[in-house]
């Protein structure tokens, strides 16, 4: 199965990779379904909605400020970095990403497709203010503050800069997601459930147009059925074994 992966890998001319938080899952980020922890009380797909944010903003800002914190510590696996590595191959184009983490491009993904946001980033309910509260230094005093985050600007209440259920995806990422799986002759996807959609077309778009889809993935998902090759395993220890054939097949 891994050789037959590797040979489907090497043979590409326009492979792009497809995650989701299983990929994140050996970097101890947990992943929304089959969830189990600290969140037991509160299921993360009705916390993850603007009528919860409504209804109870404090439960809402402490489940995120909860996995801010959690993110910003973790670590990119070797899944992150395989897929990093074969973009400098010049093997992978891109990484159509459903997560909200920065993992890829601490790894060295240089071409990563956010289409659910990014967990770092914060915005304004009513005004059209936005931060980077990793990039502007206050991630840290963000996460200390105990009452609800106002914006800067206009004093309104901020909110994740994350797609919650119900939303819209932004529409350039979107855009550019689909017509990258419409030129892609292979894709990864790895770590994904594959029931959210528009997200989960993705793999089924590249099969439309004549592409592979190889699957990662501990359990059979939504998108095994349509999966060329299915490797069921953690991310991180299949993407290692698998980048070893690669390097060889490669190197000769
Ligand atoms: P899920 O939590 O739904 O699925 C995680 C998938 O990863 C499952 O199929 C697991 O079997 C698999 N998995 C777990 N550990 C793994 C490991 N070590 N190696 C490989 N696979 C592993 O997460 P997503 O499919 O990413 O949306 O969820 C999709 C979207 O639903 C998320 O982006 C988020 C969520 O609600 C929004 O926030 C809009
Ligand atoms: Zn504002």
């Given at each position: 199965?891994?050789?037959?992966?590797?040979?489907?890998?090497?043979?590409?001319?326009?492979?792009?990779?497809?995650?989701?938080?299983?990929?994140?899952?050996?970097?101890?980020?947990?992943?929304?379904?089959?969830?189990?922890?600290?969140?037991?009380?509160h299921?993360?797909?009705?916390?993850?909605?603007?009528?919860?944010?409504?209804?109870?903003?404090?439960?809402?800002w402490?489940?995120?400020?909860?996995?801010?914190?959690?993110?910003?510590?973790?670590?990119?696996?070797?899944?992150?970095?395989?897929?990093?590595?074969?973009e400098?191959?010049?093997?992978l184009?891109?990484?159509?990403?459903?997560?909200?983490?920065?993992?890829?491009?601490?790894?060295?993904?240089?071409?990563?497709?956010?289409?659910?946001?990014?967990?770092?980033?914060?915005?304004?309910?009513?005004?059209?203010?936005?931060?980077?509260?990793?990039?502007?230094?206050?991630?840290?005093?963000?996460?200390?503050?105990?009452?609800?985050?106002?914006?800067?600007?206009?004093?309104?209440?901020?909110?994740?800069?994350?797609?919650?259920?119900?939303?819209?995806?932004?529409?350039?990422?979107l855009?550019?997601?689909?017509?990258?799986?419409?030129?892609?002759?292979?894709?990864?996807?790895?770590?994904?459930?594959?029931?959210?959609?528009?997200?989960?077309?993705?793999?089924?778009?590249?099969?439309?147009?004549?592409?592979?889809?190889?699957?990662?993935?501990?359990?059979?998902?939504g998108?095994?059925?349509?999966?060329?090759?299915?490797?069921?395993?953690?991310?991180?220890?299949?993407?290692?074994?698998?980048?070893?054939?690669?390097?060889?097949?490669?190197?000769?």
């Amino acid at each position: 199965m891994l050789e037959e992966a590797a040979k489907l890998v090497v043979k590409s001319r326009f492979a792009i990779a497809f995650t989701g938080a299983g990929i994140s899952a050996e970097s101890g980020v947990p992943t929304f379904r089959g969830f189990n922890g600290l969140w037991k009380k509160h299921r993360p797909e009705e916390l993850a909605t603007p009528e919860a944010f409504e209804k109870d903003p404090h439960l809402v800002w402490s489940f995120y400020k909860w996995r801010m914190d959690l993110i910003r510590k973790a670590r990119p696996n070797p899944a992150h970095y395989a897929l990093a590595e074969l973009e400098r191959m010049g093997i992978l184009k891109a990484v159509v990403m459903q997560n909200v983490d920065d993992l890829h491009r601490e790894a060295g993904s240089r071409n990563v497709v956010e289409l659910h946001g990014n967990i770092f980033r914060v915005r304004c309910t009513s005004c059209s203010y936005k931060e980077n509260l990793k990039e502007s230094g206050r991630l840290e005093a963000f996460l200390a503050e105990r009452d609800l985050p106002k914006c800067p600007r206009c004093g309104s209440l901020l909110r994740p800069d994350v797609v919650w259920f119900g939303e819209p995806l932004p529409r350039k990422a979107l855009e550019e997601a689909f017509k990258l799986a419409e030129t892609a002759d292979l894709v990864l996807v790895i770590g994904t459930s594959g029931v959210v959609y528009p997200a989960a077309y993705i793999p089924q778009i590249v099969k439309e147009h004549g592409g592979k889809v190889i699957e990662v993935n501990t359990e059979r998902s939504g998108i095994t059925p349509i999966a060329d090759l299915f490797i069921r395993g953690r991310a991180g220890e299949v993407m290692e074994r698998l980048m070893e054939k690669v390097r060889v097949m490669l190197n000769g």
